[in-house]
């Protein structure tokens, strides 16, 4: 007997609803800007300049007693946050210390380190100072600029080649869905104020990849769908098809998850806001290739008379013309 | 139907037997280093027994290219430096003056005398006493202009003469401010790459990034602050002629002068001429010495240009102190004894002998050609790199056992098929990165867990299609052929759609996030071959051995 996520004949009707799902996806959207405007991202020194100083000590630590500490120094605002993680040792107490960027500076001179490294060893002896970040704001500015870039460079390019490999509501619906992805994960960020530094934008892409991976997957069904019943309406095609392709949409989401579940619990702490970056993100990717690409697809409707009769069927290439 | 011709399966199996080969090494990955860096040393000429030995620990005819791994892994310093180009301008135009000088006073006749005027940096102004004339300077200045050195700007004149008034101004030209900024970054970059050479580190990824930006990374480095203090130093030396002694940095220098501070002495300031005699390119060597009161000293020669003009200059100044300046501080001021014709000579101060040491090596390697600013700097302890190289490797580990566990459950014998595939595919990814010298970081290794959970997807996509097929009844081996073919298009798309953002973060990203970009990249490219050709081959081996009438996936 195998073990099957999803029955392995299914016929769900997803469109029953179609404007509720819309308004879900409409209303968490809203959510999320809401969120991004109200709250704004928890930025890394990647993007706002600034140091940060990852330190280890033995001793437990007494937060208070370093912000104390730091203090005198008048180097402005100065975060203090304790990092816990499975992963750590007993006695293995670890800080991150972040210290905005300087008005007059491109980065955190070199003696201020060390002021800061000193002022610490006195209230912790045993410290270690196990790593040092310093972005100037010039090149955060940069990398802000960079990292927008990428998203819509990616957004633009996926929209081309969908558009040339299928029709343009498709390359629209799937855009759709990526958007909706991306500003959903962003809402998240915003929300819970984890840490987003260029690592995010990374998984932000992986994100863009991986759920069109799910969207075209679907779309390549309903393509091949639309040729072989010529008959049927667009919106039983459509619904044909994902029932067709959910076992496999589930398994691929599940296995992947599974990996990434992995590594997000053993991994460390410096990875994890990646990884739950790209977990957050496969659960919304794989909602939104069902119910945001589909429904849209359905709301704007496709040409049904292929101009190209399907008669390469059963060679190896058949659907690669289209 | 079901074959595959024998050649392509023979070649199937070498991609991958090829690909293990050369993954193999990262298994033993300290012996391998170990091994490499006894090789290098032998290349360079220490061919010591311990060294003979420790090469000896790889057998030479196996593959000993590894997976470099970035400095989140393996502890270090990074920096990204931007190289003040403009500083450049301003020491080109002001170390004019002597040459302008004596081409103006040539001319006299017509106009008049001559005073060279405080100007902004950059820009050179002469005032002249018979302004009716000024054609005439602007005239002959102009034959000092050259024509730009470049492929771009090829013809144009590198001078701007200007009128302004009564006086002239002398400024670069644009085309040659840009030949002169391609010129100070190569330069800043080489003299960066040989500094970190004389200090020896393994592996320092020394790059030029956009126009005027340097990206240094030195693995195994205790703290970018050290870092710092071997490239952020100037060390342009020169030796100027001293008009006088003043207290206070804000003393009148007078046109063509500046005033500069002491090193050792605080509060002791010194006028000299702003255009030096000669300067630190000019010097051939320079090694740690002892000067004859045994305290630490840097010895150093000139090449032969540096030597006449040095000579020439203490031959007609017997008497007067000249200054040995080094990044704008005045060293020492030793008055002329008499002329020095051999172009060596020592440079004495209060330094300690690591100081000593250390100004040798800067003065030996070159003066960066202009000033540094660090834009960006981060220093990863290696306790920092193992830790996360120990977790990222439990996590794959367990990844890789869900996954396997789960693929069996939920298609019996194909997924054994796919969970092989998948272990030759993550041992591609690595002999791949092997091969291209890729560097794995943290979020790379992010992206081969990704990669493991993905590069089941086009099994799966395969394996629910023959389950499709097989509901249509028409046998096995037709519905495993159709699986493969129908479900080509889906994994083709999806998987190009992935390589696109693979691409584009790679072209765009930097460090950790390129690293993550390029086993995203090559993840894709092997999860797809080793789904539609290996997984496939080893389902058509099974089938052609076994014959079932039914099948069950």
């Given at each position: 007997m195998r073990l099957k996520l999803v029955p392995s004949e299914t016929n769900w009707d997803f469109f029953s609803r179609p404007l509720l799902w819309l308004g879900i996806s409409a209303l968490l959207i809203l959510l999320a800007l809401g969120s991004f405007g109200v709250r704004g991202?928890?930025?890394?020194?990647?993007?706002?300049?600034?140091?940060?100083?990852?330190?280890?000590?033995?001793?437990?630590?007494?937060?208070?007693?370093?912000?104390?500490?730091?203090?005198?120094?008048?180097?402005?605002?100065?975060?203090?946050?304790?990092?816990?993680?499975?992963?750590?040792?007993?006695?293995?107490?670890?800080?991150?210390?972040?210290?905005?960027?300087?008005?007059?500076?491109?980065?955190?001179?070199?003696?201020?380190?060390?002021?800061?490294?000193?002022?610490?060893?006195?209230?912790?002896?045993?410290?270690?100072?196990?790593?040092?970040?310093?972005?100037?704001?010039?090149?955060?500015?940069?990398?802000?600029?960079?990292?927008?870039?990428?998203?819509?460079?990616?957004?633009?390019?996926?929209?081309?080649?969908?558009?040339?490999?299928?029709?343009?509501?498709?390359?629209?619906?799937?855009?759709?869905?990526?958007?909706?992805?991306?500003?959903?994960?962003?809402?998240?960020?915003?929300?819970?104020?984890?840490?987003?530094?260029?690592?995010?934008?990374?998984?932000?892409?992986?994100?863009?990849?991986?759920?069109?991976?799910?969207?075209?997957?679907?779309?390549?069904?309903?393509?091949?769908?639309?040729?072989?019943?010529?008959?049927?309406?667009?919106?039983?095609?459509?619904?044909?098809?994902?029932?067709?392709?959910?076992?496999?949409?589930?398994?691929?989401?599940?296995?992947?998850?599974?990996?990434?579940?992995?590594?997000?619990?053993?991994?460390?702490?410096?990875?994890?806001?990646?990884?739950?970056?790209?977990?957050?993100?496969?659960?919304?990717?794989?909602?939104?290739?069902?119910?945001?690409?589909?429904?849209?697809?359905?709301?704007?409707?496709?040409?049904?008379?292929w101009s190209k009769p399907d008669n390469t069927a059963g060679n190896q290439f058949a659907n690669i013309d289209a | 139907?079901?074959?595959?011709?024998?050649?392509?399966?023979?070649?199937?199996?070498?991609?991958?037997?090829?690909?293990?080969?050369?993954?193999?090494?990262?298994?033993?990955?300290?012996?391998?280093?170990?091994?490499?860096?006894?090789?290098?040393?032998?290349?360079?000429?220490?061919?010591?027994?311990?060294?003979?030995?420790?090469?000896?620990?790889?057998?030479?005819?196996?593959?000993?290219?590894?997976?470099?791994?970035?400095?989140?892994?393996?502890?270090?310093?990074?920096?990204?430096?931007?190289?003040?180009?403009?500083?450049?301008?301003?020491?080109?135009?002001?170390?004019?003056?002597?040459?302008?000088?004596?081409?103006?006073?040539?001319?006299?006749?017509?106009?008049?005398?001559?005073?060279?005027?405080?100007?902004?940096?950059?820009?050179?102004?002469?005032?002249?006493?018979?302004?009716?004339?000024?054609?005439?300077?602007?005239?002959?200045?102009?034959?000092?202009?050259?024509?730009?050195?470049?492929?771009?700007?090829?013809?144009?004149?590198d001078l701007v003469i200007g009128v302004d008034g009564d006086e002239v101004t002398i400024k670069l030209s644009d085309a040659e401010k840009q030949a002169t900024d391609e010129r100070t970054v190569q330069q800043a970059l080489e003299i960066i790459r040989r500094r970190i050479d004389e200090v020896g580190t393994r592996e320092p990824t020394i790059q030029r990034q956009g126009a005027d930006r340097i990206l240094i990374q030195v693995p195994g480095i205790g703290s970018a602050a050290e870092l710092k203090d071997i490239i952020g130093t100037t060390a342009q030396l020169t030796f100027q002629p001293v008009v006088g002694r003043a207290s206070s940095a804000d003393a009148a220098a007078g046109p063509g002068n500046e005033v500069l501070p002491s090193l050792d002495e605080e509060g002791t300031f010194y006028i000299v001429e702003a255009a030096p005699v000669v300067t630190g390119e000019e010097l051939v060597d320079a090694q740690p010495s002892f000067d004859q009161n045994n305290r630490p000293a840097v010895s150093f020669r000139f090449n032969p240009t540096g030597a006449r003009k040095f000579g020439n200059y203490t031959a007609e100044n017997i008497g007067s102190p000249f200054a040995i300046v080094l990044d704008g501080e005045v060293v020492s001021a030793p008055v002329i004894q008499a002329h020095i014709a051999g172009g060596s000579g020592i440079i004495t101060g209060r330094f300690s002998v690591e100081e000593s040491t250390n100004l040798a090596v800067l003065l030996r390697a070159g003066a960066l050609p202009a000033g540094l600013e660090f834009l960006e700097e981060r220093t990863i302890g290696p306790e920092l790199g193992q830790d996360s190289i120990d977790a990222g490797k439990i996590a794959c580990i367990v990844a890789f056992a869900a996954v396997l566990v789960f693929m069996v459950l939920s298609y019996g014998l194909f997924g054994v098929f796919a969970n092989i595939a998948l272990m030759i595919n993550v041992g591609l990814i690595f002999g791949l990165l092997s091969m291209i010298g890729g560097t794995l970081t943290l979020p790379g290794i992010a992206g081969i867990v990704l990669t493991i959970g993905m590069a089941v997807d086009a099994n799966v996509l395969v394996f629910e299609r023959i389950r499709e097929e097989l509901k249509t009844a028409k046998g096995p081996a037709r519905a495993i052929s159709l699986g493969y073919e129908k479900a080509l298009s889906a994994i083709v798309d999806a998987n190009i759609t992935t390589f696109i953002t693979a691409v584009i973060l790679f072209a765009v990203g930097s460090g950790p996030v390129r690293g993550f970009s390029i086993t995203l990249g090559l993840g894709i490219m092997t999860s797809v071959f080793t789904a539609i050709f290996v997984t496939r081959l080893m389902i058509v081996i099974w089938f052609e051995r076994r014959r079932p009438n039914t099948i069950e996936v």
């Open positions: 991202l928890n930025y890394g020194i990647d993007f706002r300049g600034g140091t940060t100083i990852r330190t280890e000590s033995a001793e437990t630590v007494d937060v208070a007693a370093y912000r104390a500490a730091l203090a005198e120094l008048g180097l402005g605002d100065i975060s203090i946050t304790e990092v816990f993680d499975p992963n750590f040792d007993e006695d293995q107490n670890v800080t991150m210390v972040r210290i905005q960027a300087q008005d007059d500076q491109e980065s955190v001179t070199a003696e201020q380190i060390r002021a800061v490294e000193d002022a610490l060893k006195a209230v912790a002896p045993d410290i270690k100072f196990v790593s040092v970040e310093s972005v100037g704001p010039k090149v955060s500015g940069e990398l802000i600029q960079t990292a927008v870039i990428a998203v819509l460079l990616a957004i633009a390019a996926v929209l081309v080649y969908i558009w040339l490999r299928f029709e343009w509501q498709f390359a629209l619906g799937a855009v759709v869905a990526l958007v909706h992805d991306v500003v959903l994960t962003i809402g998240v960020f915003s929300e819970l104020q984890i840490k987003f530094d260029l690592a995010i934008i990374a998984a932000l892409l992986t994100i863009v990849g991986y759920s069109l991976n799910d969207t075209v997957v679907v779309f390549d069904r309903v393509r091949e769908n639309l040729r072989k019943y010529k008959k049927k309406d667009l919106k039983e095609v459509l619904n044909l098809s994902i029932n067709e392709t959910l076992s496999r949409t589930v398994m691929t989401s599940f296995t992947t998850l599974l990996a990434l579940i992995a590594l997000f619990v053993l991994g460390g702490d410096v990875i994890r806001g990646f990884v739950f970056a790209m977990i957050w993100g496969i659960i919304v990717g794989t909602y939104s290739s069902v119910f945001v690409a589909s429904v849209i697809l359905l709301k704007l409707g496709v040409k049904r008379d | 139907m079901l074959q595959i011709d024998t050649w392509k399966r023979v070649l199937i199996w070498a991609v991958c037997a090829l690909g293990l080969w050369m993954a193999l090494p990262n298994a033993f990955y300290a012996r391998v280093e170990t091994h490499n860096d006894a090789v290098a040393a032998i290349e360079l000429g220490n061919t010591s027994a311990e060294m003979q030995e420790k090469a000896s620990i790889w057998p030479d005819w196996m593959p000993s290219s590894l997976v470099n791994l970035g400095l989140d892994l393996r502890g270090g310093a990074h920096l990204l430096a931007e190289v003040q180009v403009q500083d450049v301008y301003d020491t080109r135009v002001k170390a004019m003056w002597p040459e302008v000088r004596d081409l103006l006073r040539e001319e006299r006749a017509t106009i008049g005398t001559i005073r060279l005027q405080d100007s902004e940096p950059g820009e050179l102004r002469v005032k002249v006493s018979q302004p009716e004339n000024i054609a005439r300077a602007a005239e002959v200045l102009r034959g000092l202009a050259r024509p730009v050195v470049s492929l771009t700007a090829a013809g144009q004149s």
